[in-house]
């Protein structure tokens, strides 16, 4: 199933803007995350922190729907979903 | 009311705002809480604007290094409380004001006594810890409060309305890292005068605010995009059964 990626901030530049992915049916959240994050380094350096946790600071939104921390391992993706992808700035 | 003067100074805008927009501007106390990269410009234009009452608040003093972003802070100001920087260049641009600076860092301990009885705070700050202290403090005096935060090319802002829109904890539960951030002045620039822009459709009542919105600049491609939001309904800050619970979570 093909699901769409949005990625903001920093994370767009290192996956860029929109991002398509073909995952097998009845993938779930963490299994596009992991996708994402084996791409490149960098990449897994900003999903993830050195004991392979999803960063708590990252904001998840599944079709324009928040997801929230807790949630996040329970979400099944559907062919044509879209997730977008924040990390936070926090300078001032 | 007005005075004479005033009516001249603030003419262009009073014929978009009106006389009664600008009466408000007048009567209204806006607490700035930091006097960064996103403060001088949130503050100039507020400054101009006519807005009465400005509190600066930040703890810092003028660095080499500001001088980037922080365009109210010039190479006499280094060494200098930024607050006392930011209150005389503010004091000379418009002189009809009633300026505080206040030289604090923003805690648990002084949030709620720092933003008084603000009509609305400016959330300029540069650390999540000192923002979520302000949010609590806001959300107990029912203060809305414009969030602005920036890094490298990229910025985002909301207005928070307690107990309507989703606070600053229900939107970031758990703070970003990093304490020294990149920065291109003008990213500070762009967002600290969305935030000025904000609180002036505030005070007069006109378009419609980022409320439930969080607005995401892309300064790469120059583009915008919203993120919808809502409140969580268990958050720290503001949630049903936890209010004031998340109080601990404002210390450095
Ligand atoms: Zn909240």
Known sequence: MKITV???ARFREVVGDVTALDLPEGSGLPALLAALASRSDESRDLLVD??????????????????????????ILAEGDEVAIYPPVAGG | MLTEREIHRYSRQIAFIGEEGQERLKAAHVVLAGAGGL???AATYLAVAGV??????????????NLNR?????EQ???????????EKLGA????????????????????????????????????PARYALNLAALEHGIPCIHGAVSGYDGHITTVIPGETACLQCIFPDPPGGSEFPIIGTTAGIIGLMQAHEAI??????????KNRLLIWDGRDSSVTFLDLERDPVCRACGECTQGAGSERGEP
């Open chain 2, 77 to 87: 100001d280094i060494g200098r409380n930024k607050t006392v920087s930011a209150r």
């Open chain 2, 201 to 210: 459709k505030f005070l007069t009542g006109g378009g419609t605010l980022l």
């Open chain 1, 6 to 8: 949005r990625a903001f």
């Open chain 2, 93 to 128: 641009m418009n002189p009809d004001l009633f300026i505080e600076d206040v030289c604090e860092v923003i805690t648990g301990q002084n949030a709620s006594a720092l933003i008084g009885r603000a009509a609305l705070i400016i959330d300029a700050l540069d650390n999540f």
């Open chain 2, 39 to 41: 403060g001088c410009p």
């Open chain 2, 52 to 65: 009465g009452r400005l509190t600066i608040i930040d703890s810092d003093k003028v660095e080499m290094t």
């Open chain 1, 50 to 75: 050195e004991q392979g946790t999803i960063r708590e600071h990252i904001i998840f939104m599944v079709n324009r729907k928040r997801v929230s921390r807790s949630a996040l391992d329970s979400i």
């Open chain 2, 70 to 74: 922080q365009i109210l802070h010039w």
